[in-house]
């Protein structure tokens, strides 16, 4: 979750707010953008604000969302209101945790063409110095080819401390955006949060993954044959046309 | 010594480790110090413009105790080097030490051999200390031991440090910073113009360490 979020509902309760009410629109397939990730954030808003007095709708239009978004909607909300201004109870409403373990793998997006950077088992240097290359040469601002750099750094420590070898790092130059993706042999993390709420310690993967959803435009992750995938992608979010 | 043929008398002196340093004690840092000091002295008074000593240091870094004196002592002679006309040039024996051992005293100082410290942590004239290389998981711990034994002074509730040749420093590095700001009740003022610094303060909110562009 934004930490700037929590900063400013903290600003709120220290100013004495006994209730704050948020209205977040959520971006789905209906207005152009993948919907995994943030069906996963419906789930993991409910305790990201545990912390604060907090009152939240989420608005979704019925005519422009997918049924496969309003299905998803509808276990990850306590209650609903409809269109004639009901506000019902939702007997489909579950678990956060439960519904986070039933998300799908994913497949891991298939590319335009192979990758410009292939490394086996780079040390986190090489691979800040890899990825910086390639990023130097795409079409992303400096910071965002900092925010890359970041990320796969991250991404390379986690798989040495966390997962398995062999490491395997690629990064896909696509013009305003880059993808890199760093798979290690492990399952990856169990934490059905991870990345989507900063651990409470400092220092551990889980903040360090959460760091990663912050700086990238888009972050996924894969578990397939070859292990745990983590793809982050800082520029324009979504497939490379 | 061959090619000093032509050098004037005392320009060049070679000594044994053992009469510069007892080489089973551990060094004494401020002695050494002022031992160099006098020397450079010495130097000055008989007509030379300064002195430069080249030292095989392996027997004085053997124990984890020696180097962390050691280590302690080359940031305190570095200093003395960044305002007076002496310059050394310490070797230590990678394949006797091992690197990590080598890493102990090559991070303090300002150059070092490619490979043989991930980040250099060293006396500047402008700053309460110099910080180079980079900063990042694996160079975390010896980093923490490093700041540790630079003696940082404050300026105006700031320690200053002169980060114009830092290429990269993680989220633990900047909260190893914090928890020193913490400890010493200051300020840590990281003088860099690294991007990735100032997003990652901003983004984590990390008290007690403020980025700042070099002017």
Excluded at chain 1, 4 to 21: K, S, V
Excluded at chain 1, 65 to 93: C, S, Y
Excluded at chain 1, 203 to 212: K, P, S, V
Excluded at chain 2, 83 to 99: H, I, K, Q, T, V
Aim: overall charge negative; some cysteine.
């Amino acid at each position: 979750m934004r930490r700037r979020t929590a900063d400013l509902l903290a600003d709120h309760t220290a100013r004495g707010a006994a209730q704050i009410r948020v209205v977040g629109d959520v971006p789905h397939p209906g207005s152009g953008v993948s919907w995994e990730e943030w069906a996963r954030y419906e789930a993991a808003v409910h305790h990201a604000f545990d912390d604060f007095p907090i009152w939240g709708m989420c608005p979704y239009d019925t005519r422009t969302a997918p049924p496969e978004v309003l299905a998803d909607v509808q276990r990850t909300h306590p209650r609903i209101v409809t269109a004639d201004g009901e506000h019902l109870i939702n007997p489909d409403f579950e678990d956060p945790v439960g519904f986070l373990g039933t998300r799908p793998t994913m497949p891991f997006p298939v590319e335009p063409g192979p990758p410009v950077l292939d490394l086996a088992d780079p040390t986190p240097s090489g691979a800040r110095r890899a990825v910086r290359d390639v990023a130097a040469a795409s079409l992303l601002t400096p910071d965002q080819v900092d925010d890359l750099v970041i990320a796969a750094s991250e991404a390379v420590n986690n798989a040495m401390r966390h997962g398995a070898p062999p490491i395997r790092l690629r990064v896909w130059n696509c013009g305003r955006r880059v993808v890199a993706a760093v798979t290690d042999a492990g399952g990856g993390p169990k934490d059905p949060y991870a990345g989507l709420l900063p651990a409470k310690e400092s220092a551990t993967a889980g903040l360090r993954l959460w760091m990663t959803h912050q700086i990238c435009n888009e972050v996924t992750v894969h578990r397939e044959d070859e292990g745990f995938t983590i793809r982050m992608v800082v520029g324009k979010p979504g497939i490379s046309a | 010594m061959s090619g000093l043929d032509g050098a004037r008398p005392g320009a060049v002196d070679v000594e044994s480790l053992l009469s510069t340093y007892r080489t089973d004690a551990v060094v004494q840092p401020h002695d050494q110090v002022r031992a160099y000091a006098e020397a450079t002295t010495d130097a000055l008074a008989s007509g030379f413009t300064g002195l430069r000593v080249a030292a095989e240091v392996t027997q004085l870094v053997r124990s984890p105790e020696q180097r962390d004196a050691f280590a302690r002592y080359e940031h305190l002679i570095d200093r003395y080097m960044t305002s007076e006309p002496f310059s050394a040039m310490c070797a230590y024996d990678r394949s006797e030490l091992g690197s990590a051992a080598v890493a102990e005293t090559a991070c303090m100082h300002p150059n070092a051999t490619e490979g043989a410290a991930p980040f250099r942590l060293h006396a500047a004239t402008d700053a309460a200390a110099a910080l180079g290389g980079e900063v990042d998981l694996l160079g975390l711990d010896l980093f923490v031991r490093a700041a540790g034994r630079v003696d940082l002074v404050p300026d105006g509730g700031e320690v200053v440090l002169d980060a114009s040749e830092l290429t990269f420093i993680d989220h633990r590095g900047l909260l190893a910073l914090a928890n020193l700001a913490r400890r010493l009740g200051v300020t840590v003022v990281l003088r860099t113009s690294l991007r990735t610094a100032h997003r990652l303060v901003d983004l984590l909110g990390i008290q007690g360490v403020r980025v700042e562009r070099p002017a």
